[in-house]
């Protein structure tokens, strides 16, 4: 400890000892002074403010500054405090995310591999998929998808070990994870119809799955069972019905684009499909930012008459679409129903191509049942399932 500032130090006591209420500056400024004389009083409330500070402040740079900071005073923590391995791991989950947030991938992922020592995987886990690096992203989920209460929402558990075994190549521990996840909605369908929603949704993904393991018989097993869900919801889609949990279904619509995108690496990083799509990320930004590129592609095709890559591309913006509106239910309907109504039509434009059609009507299925049109939306798959059994 260097030599104490004596009036510093009484100037903080008054400071936080004052009926005022305080700006958080003034407060950080304050327990780092105090927490040079009084560190065992101090460091912890140090430490809260200077995570609280670094979510507050729109600069990156600045969060990067106060969140380094935060991970030096935590260190400094004896070890045994109340909530210092809490704390620790607080910092550190701040520190990546102000690394990644100003493109410094190198250190966020060293401060991601020291958290996933210290028992948070999910961090590390994200970061391997967005490198495309899914079967050590899938290994560090395993434990996450195979533990918590059975009684609990399993979704945010096993959608990620599932998109992650998926991407590997391992499709049979794919299908079984995910399975997890439909049976739990199945059991949970029949108590609360607010759950017919989200296995209609579940079960279309499944059948996507399936028929990219090359299991055609279950794939259409698949699409009958949400046939007979969306059947279901347009007979008697009341208000018991619900439209499920509109992330839910953004996820994995979202997860359903990855195949239609380049592949991941260290050097052209992805968005973490099959992850929450709430979740802001640098990822989640450049995905987003290749949407006037791709825009301008659709054009040139549009032009050119090239109309089965434009309807691929035509996906990929409307992927990027429904990621942008995450989370923001103002004018989620008229926003996103444009991007399903054109997929239909200009899938329709191709006469020969069976596989697109099918996928514009599903991609719309699910759209609609998200907004609670059932009705079309049983309609929409119908069709679907129809013109992928007449192939």
Not at 15 to 22: D, E, I
Not at 49 to 57: G, K
Not at 130 to 156: I, K, M, S, T, V
Request: aromatic residues 6%; glycine residues 8%; charged residues 25%.
């Amino acid at each position: 400890m260097g030599t104490i500032d004596h009036d510093a130090v009484l100037r903080a006591r008054v400071l936080l000892l004052g009926t005022g209420r305080l700006a958080l500056l003034q407060e950080v400024n304050a327990y780092r002074v105090l927490a040079e004389v009084s560190p065992k009083a101090y460091l912890p409330k140090f430490v809260d403010a200077l995570l609280l500070m670094s979510y507050r402040t729109r600069d990156a740079e600045v969060r990067l500054l106060l969140t380094r900071e935060a991970i030096e005073a935590v260190r400094k923590i004896e070890a045994g405090m109340p909530r210092r391995d809490e704390r620790v791991r607080s910092a550190l989950d701040a520190h990546q995310r102000a690394l990644f947030g100003v493109g410094r991938r190198d250190e966020g992922r060293a401060v991601c591999e020291e958290l996933a020592r210290k028992g948070q995987s999910e961090p590390l886990a994200r970061v391997l998929t967005e490198e495309g690096r899914f079967g050590e992203a899938a290994a560090l989920n395993e434990a996450a998808g195979r533990g918590g209460d059975p009684a609990e929402q399993p979704f945010w558990r096993l959608v990620p070990w599932a998109a992650n075994l998926e991407g590997a190549g391992q499709h049979a521990e794919a299908t079984a994870a995910f399975l997890g996840l439909v049976d739990w909605t199945r059991r949970q369908a029949t108590e609360r119809r607010s759950a017919l929603a989200a296995l209609a949704w579940e079960a279309v993904h499944l059948s996507r799955m399936y028929e990219t393991a090359g299991r055609g018989p279950q794939a259409a097993a698949a699409r009958h069972e949400a046939l007979a869900v969306l059947a279901d919801l347009a007979a008697d889609g009341g208000p018991g019905s619900g439209a499920g949990d509109l992330s839910q279904w953004s996820t994995l619509f979202v997860l359903s684009g990855r195949s239609g995108e380049p592949a991941a690496s260290a050097d052209a990083p992805l968005f973490p499909f099959g992850t929450d799509v709430n979740r802001v990320s640098a990822t989640r930004g450049a995905f987003l930012g290749a949407l006037p590129e791709l825009e301008a592609r659709a054009q040139a095709l549009e032009e050119a008459g090239r109309l089965p890559e434009l309807s691929d591309v035509r996906r990929r913006i409307g992927v990027r679409a429904v990621l942008r509106q995450a989370g923001h239910f103002h004018l989620f309907e008229e926003r996103l129903a444009p991007h399903f109504d054109e997929g239909v039509a200009l899938a329709r434009r191709l006469p020969r191509d069976p596989g697109r059609l099918a996928r514009a009507l599903t991609d719309r299925s699910v759209f609609r049942t998200a907004i609670r049109a059932f009705g079309p939306a049983h309609a929409d798959f119908a069709e679907a399932v129809a013109v992928l059994g007449a192939r």
